[in-house]
């Protein structure tokens, strides 16, 4: 008994009318924060993708079809006619009423509620200064805040993903049946959302393998060891089962290009947050004699499915992506606000009064309120800005003219925002001087300026079509420019001039 409370955070307990009133304080904020511009920033074509499937026609993977229903849900309840939703007729999707708002307020909700959620679940593991700390952090966190706002399943993945992670840990500490069922229960739904939420057995696997070696009992009840197997063992039959059954779904990913494990590696720098990992880090250091096992934990939590993907990123027929690795954020901002309470009970402890205790936290929540800054004005979104680029081709495309896009092979994107079946297939796109000049009739080229793996995107289209318009965003992303050209061949005059 001594050894467990020793794990657990020893932080006084704050009354609990003061708790729950900063609790609801940074769920207002996180709700405010995810709700403000939702229906503002640009649909990117994942999540077109992710409003096809959510009508659930064709083939959907066993293992992702419980990710769709928040955007099904949103959609549904801003009256989208979802049965009329298909891929073959992307420019009416508007006209049925799929907006940005519809799509992506379920994810919203989903982020919005994993505020108070994960706080709940995690109180009694951290105490009751380090869960509002870390309630704070995830409700200012920038990746956080984009995927609330992204029509995608990453939020209802990452919501389940961690409450796994923490009744874990409170099963071993408590030695309760229930929290073993609701982690193994909890483990299933996060796979089902999106299947890399498997790498958590890593995560498990490693808490035992360190209790093993370090001679520390693991404390999983029976019913402990048997939820996690069973969980872990139905969520690789389901793996199976989708590979065999869904096995053109898994070809297409496969021959998508993904990220490098030094892309992944810098992800977690960048998206993370240089603040939140230096603090992350330097906590654990300070930690790992007074919270041995909970460090460790975590630290297997930041770091082992994100070398699992750096890993996956060598194998040529696999498709992997730093979005992956979010799962793990939360892991880095338990150990950042770990150590922020304990910098805040030393400041109690020598009577340095309140403000100077907060001090450290105020600045780490001050540096990601000013990249939320960045992200909601000159980052716009973070996406890139394709419905601003479609609205000046339409306002300034004369009849005779083609448009042509360098996207996805389907070119959704286009087809979605100019309203219009009439765009230049994807393999017409002109990605040689010889495939330009083969092109008879006035073209629009609309494309993504640079690649994140290949730099700028056809160069010598400075020097042979005339730049119209350039939609930046002011970020570390220069792949996320959108560039709009007019290519007009030497038999015809520019139209628009």
Not at 25 to 46: C, I, K, P, Q, Y
Request: hydrophobic letters at 50%.
């Amino acid at each position: 008994m001594k050894h467990i409370m020793a794990v657990a955070d020893s932080d006084n307990h704050t009354p609990i009318r003061l708790f729950w009133l900063g609790l609801l304080v940074v769920t207002v904020l996180a709700g405010g924060m995810r709700l403000f511009n939702l229906s503002e920033f640009s649909f990117w074509e994942d999540e077109l993708y992710t409003i096809r499937s959510s009508a659930f026609k064709g083939d959907v993977q066993v293992a992702k079809e419980f990710g769709y229903i928040p955007t099904a849900l949103g959609l549904w309840a801003t009256g989208a006619d979802m049965d009329q939703v298909t891929w073959d007729n992307v420019s009416q999707w508007q006209d049925l009423g799929v907006h940005p708002f519809g799509a992506r307020i379920g994810s919203c909700i989903v982020g919005l509620l994993s505020i108070p959620l994960l706080a709940l679940a995690g109180r009694r593991l951290f105490g009751d200064r380090t869960t509002l700390i870390l309630a704070l952090l995830l409700a200012v966190s920038p990746w956080h805040l984009f995927w609330s706002q992204a029509s995608r399943f990453y939020t209802l993945q990452f919501l389940f993903y961690n409450l796994a992670l923490i009744w874990y840990f409170r099963t071993c500490l408590e030695k309760s049946n229930r929290i073993a069922i609701l982690a193994g229960l909890a483990i299933v739904f996060a796979y089902l959302s999106q299947p890399p939420a498997l790498l958590f057995s890593l995560v498990l696997a490693a808490d035992v393998v360190l209790c093993l070696v370090r001679r520390d009992p693991i404390r999983l009840t029976p019913i402990g060891w048997a939820a996690g197997i069973i969980a872990v063992a139905l969520c690789a039959g389901i793996q199976v089962y989708d590979m065999k059954f869904s096995g053109q779904n898994w070809e297409n990913w496969g021959g998508l290009e993904g990220h490098s494990w030094f892309v992944i590696a810098a992800s977690m720098l960048l998206r993370n947050g240089p603040v939140v990992v230096a603090l992350a880090g330097l906590s654990a250091l300070a930690l790992l004699r007074s919270k041995t096992r909970l460090t460790l934990y975590l630290l297997a939590g930041c770091s082992l499915p994100v070398l699992a993907l750096m890993a996956l990123s060598f194998k040529q027929d696999m498709y992997v992506h730093e979005r992956y690795a979010f799962i793990v954020h939360y892991a880095w901002l338990a150990l950042a606000a770990l150590g922020l309470g304990a910098l805040w009970e030393a400041a109690r402890k020598q009577n340095l009064g309140t403000p100077l205790a907060a001090a450290t936290t105020v600045v780490v929540v001050a540096s990601m309120l000013w990249t939320d800054l960045a992200y909601y004005t000159h980052g716009h979104g973070n996406r890139r800005r394709w419905n601003e680029a479609f609205a000046y081709v339409e306002q300034h495309r004369q009849p005779g003219q083609d448009v042509a896009t360098l996207s996805s092979a389907t070119t959704p994107i286009a087809r979605y925002y100019l309203k219009t079946e009439d765009v230049v297939p994807f393999d017409r796109f002109p990605t040689s001087p010889e495939k330009l000049h083969a092109l008879t009739r006035p073209t629009w080229l609309v494309l993504p300026a640079v690649s994140a793996t290949h730099g700028e995107m056809y160069p010598w289209l400075n020097e042979m079509a005339d730049l119209k318009a350039y939609y930046d965003l002011r970020i570390l992303q220069p792949f996320s420019s959108i560039r709009v050209y007019l290519h007009t061949p030497d038999t015809t005059q520019d139209t628009t001039e």
